[in-house]
């Protein structure tokens, strides 16, 4: 058991945990595959889940593309950045979640691999309560799968890893998560993962709240 039943803090990802924006980084990746002549496929979609931008530049040269990894990069980031502001991302409940755990006396954060430009606009919005701390793909040196990001971020906190939960919904974030000590929540709407990947699943995030948080907090396993 946790030695504190309330987590020191919440830290959440962003892309496919709070907001759903991968399918604009696959229109994005698609576009500089056929525009090489390749074909993009599912697998292709399913490998990118979670990745760090510069990770995802390096799949695209894999898939054919003939160009240098930072306008591989420069190419994403503005097309997703146009793409973003014609639709709302939002998952459902997340940002109740949101305002739920930032009306707690518990700290929080948002842990991204995507690049501060994109995430500033999403969170351009009154409702959206201001994080303590971001820490984005485009700041660390290793991206998730590896801990650094959510280290960095607990570090910005001054909270123990390992007393802190976090959010993600891929195998990489929670692997992140994982290897930073933290607890886990699993989040993505069909499952479908390794159960030794998190402490709890939720499909949804609609009327879930601190009370939800602490709850896994305090029955997760050490």
């Known amino acids: 058991m946790p030695s504190t039943a309330v987590p020191a803090a919440v830290f959440f990802d962003f892309d496919g945990t709070l907001i759903e924006t991968e399918h604009l980084y696959a229109i994005a990746g698609a576009e500089l595959v056929t525009a090489a002549g390749h074909p993009w496929t599912q697998a292709h979609v399913d490998a990118a889940v979670g990745t ?3 990770d995802f530049a390096v799949q695209l040269q894999e898939a054919g593309v003939r160009k240098q990894e930072a306008e591989i990069i420069g190419h994403v980031v503005d097309r997703v950045n146009t793409l973003i502001t014609t639709e709302d991302v939002w998952r459902e409940g997340a940002v109740e ?12 954060g948002l842990v991204t691999m995507g690049y501060r430009e994109t995430v500033d606009r999403v969170l351009d919005r009154a409702e959206i309560p201001d994080f303590p701390v971001i820490i984005t793909g485009d700041v660390v040196d290793f991206g998730k799968p ?4 959510y280290l960095r971020a607990a570090k910005v906190l001054g909270v123990e890893p390992t007393e802190s ?4 919904d891929s195998v990489l974030g929670l692997t992140a998560a994982g290897a930073a000590g933290m607890r886990r929540i699993a989040v993505p709407p069909t499952g479908g993962l390794d159960e030794d990947l998190f402490d709890a699943w939720w499909p949804t ?6 009370n939800d948080v602490v709850k896994v907090f305090a029955n997760a396993r050490c």
Do not use: K, M, N
Request: proline share 3%; charged share 20%; no cysteine.
């Open 97 to 108: 979640l949101l305002q739920s755990v930032a009306d707690s006396d518990v700290s929080f």
């Open 205 to 210: 995030l609609v009327g879930r709240g601190i």
């Open 146 to 149: 590896h801990p650094e990001a």
């Open 52 to 54: 760090a931008l510069d």
């Open 165 to 168: 939960i976090a959010l993600e």
